[in-house]
């Protein structure tokens, strides 16, 4: 499941910088170039990978808009290779900040109960049953 689509960095960052960001690839018109796909998916392999140790992922439908976000910065990122401005590596930055809080849970995403991974609940230990007891060593 994808967190953001090309529709959705459009819509943030506008046809023509996409436009641009295609060009270098030699995509025909009307086609959509594989490096979007590959950024959009590297965006979304680094946001499971940040929650997996708090949230079911992928993260249901609807997707949160602040993963939306999250999302198309990485990816735009990505998609600038070297050529990257200040700004576009500063929101990057922020998104990964972002992430890291979410992991840490100084954010929560807005999911049903069931969805979370242990959401809100914080670290938990299980400890294997306990071997040694007073009764288990009578006798030794």
């Given at each position: 499941m994808a967190y953001a689509t090309l529709a959705d960095l459009i819509d943030r960052f506008g046809a023509d910088e996409l436009d641009d960001l295609a060009r270098p690839h030699q995509v025909p018109e009307g086609e959509t170039a594989?490096?979007?796909?590959?950024?959009?998916?590297?965006?979304?392999?680094?946001?499971?990978?940040?929650?997996?140790?708090?949230?079911?992922?992928?993260?249901?439908?609807?997707?949160?808009?602040?993963?939306?976000?999250?999302?198309?910065?990485?990816?735009?990122?990505?998609?600038?290779?070297?050529?990257?401005?200040?700004?576009?590596?500063?929101?990057?930055?922020?998104?990964?900040?972002?992430?890291?809080?979410?992991?840490?849970?100084?954010?929560?995403l807005p999911l049903p109960a069931a969805a979370g991974g242990g959401a809100g609940v914080g670290p938990r230990h299980v400890a294997a049953p306990v071997v040694f007891t007073p009764d288990s060593l009578r006798g030794l």
């Open positions: 594989p490096a979007f796909a590959a950024a959009l998916a590297a965006a979304d392999a680094e946001i499971d990978a940040a929650l997996a140790g708090r949230y079911a992922v992928p993260v249901p439908e609807p997707v949160p808009t602040l993963l939306v976000d999250i999302a198309c910065d990485i990816a735009r990122w990505r998609l600038h290779d070297t050529s990257a401005d200040e700004m576009v590596t500063e929101r990057a930055r922020v998104a990964r900040a972002q992430l890291r809080m979410l992991a840490l849970g100084q954010l929560t």
